[in-house]
């Protein structure tokens, strides 16, 4: 099957030059979101670290984030890191917030399993990607919505609703 | 229930440890531990450790705290922890804590070591290098030297430590992690992490050769193992971590790991490993990861290679 847009966007950007130099190689990249500025598409990539413990990952708050150009995702509009910003002051970076795999994942018993349900939700934003661009309705926004309420961690969610909680909350419902 | 503990000090086996953390030559750091077997099989079921920081030495602890483990169930493991904190000398508790160990709940988590003790599971499945084991005359680079610089970090310093590892070789003296991590924060090489732009800058700063390069095979890391330099590479970390574990996996995508590559083991041209040491996971010392394995993990950071050697200093001290 086809790769996705999406992650072929991200990737592209974490193998850039510009990430090489800011962004902490330690950290991981999460879910994005789409940020249109001036009629261009932007998304937004927000890194956080994880460490390995029995049976997973402990999840720490998101970090930071890159907000590139859809269509030149090698260069960058935006870099924010969170740990200086006012409404982000009183998170703690020393402590885990949860971790994963949270319970929504418990029937995701392998790798595989959950790359293949990571690559549906990506095509998901690929199809809301074309539908901005086009200025068209979503028609895919029930089947993303139930994707990425498995997928999200909810752990992280507190952050990624102080990034952009129009978008998030609109796909995250538990 | 500071009584409790209290009172749980007086049997059983003392162990005292002194340090001087200041320099003045005057020990300013007591860790007591108290061993206490309640049930009379010899081993001890209850363990009290107290800390004490007296660092103007006017016998007034400025710090002081004491743990409680306690095996609950007999099997052995101590599994419930009770932690006292006074962090600023005023003989009041300024934290206190209780958690069972492995419960994964975040209101008692108030310790990195619980988690750092939990990763077993990286690497299970592959072997550790060891010279009486394997065909010396299949080994690229010089791995037996590069084992003992190795320990787990104590933060998200996988970068400061692998640099802190190549400085020991190269160098022959031993650094600490908590200085070069002081460093590296002074100079904006660390926050939160290193970004790879910045790996080797540590090793710079100490005077080393270092090259970063991108797009690199295996036969760029055999050579350069071959020319004696200290390799360190930045990967994804879930990849070699699970290895063929199809239940270990994470969240994120992409390269989010740095280790030292200390060597190659190519006794079996079929099943070549690559040996690293990372400082991520308490069994990371020596590991060999199969090559395939490897330049998958690899491949997420573009395959980025520093290579250190200490050419500079050696001419300057020769010449």
Known sequence: ?174 | MFDDLLSALEPGEENLFAADTDGDSIADTFIVEHNIDTNGDGMADIVVTETFVDLDHDSQPGYYSITEETDTDGDGLLDHTVFLEDTDGDSFFDMIAEWDVGEYDMSDMESLEQLEASDAEAYSEFGHFAPTDVDMDGIIGTPFESLDSWHVQSDNTCAVVSQEFVLENLLDREFDEGELRAIAEEHGWYDNGTSMEDVGKLLEYYGVDVEQSTENTLDDLRSSLLENNQIIVCLDADEIWSGQNEEMFGPGMDANHTVQVIGMDESNPDDVKIIINDSGVTNGQGVMVPADLFVDAWEDSGCFMLEASCATILEAQQG
């Open chain 1, 1 to 174: 099957m086809e790769q996705s847009r999406m992650k072929e966007v991200i990737h592209t950007f974490n193998h850039s030059e510009l990430c090489r130099k800011l962004i902490p190689a330690e950290l991981a990249s999460g879910w994005p979101c789409l940020k249109k500025v001036r009629g261009k598409l932007y998304i937004v990539i927000p890194y956080f670290n994880r460490m390995p413990v029995k049976s997973g990952y402990a999840l720490y708050p998101i970090y930071c984030s890159a907000t590139i150009p859809w269509k030149m995702p090698e260069k960058m509009l935006d870099f924010t890191v969170y740990t200086i910003q006012e409404n982000w002051k009183d998170v703690d970076y020393s402590k885990p917030v949860g971790f994963f795999k949270h319970k929504a994942l418990e029937d995701i018993r392998t790798k595989d399993e959950y790359i293949a349900l990571c690559n549906r939700l990506y095509r998901c934003y690929d199809e809301m990607v074309l539908a901005v661009l086009e200025n068209k309705p979503f028609a895919g926004e029930e089947k993303m919505a139930g994707l990425f309420s498995k997928l999200m961690e909810p752990s992280l969610y507190p952050f990624y609703e102080k990034i952009n909680k129009k978008f998030y909350s609109n796909f995250y419902k538990m």
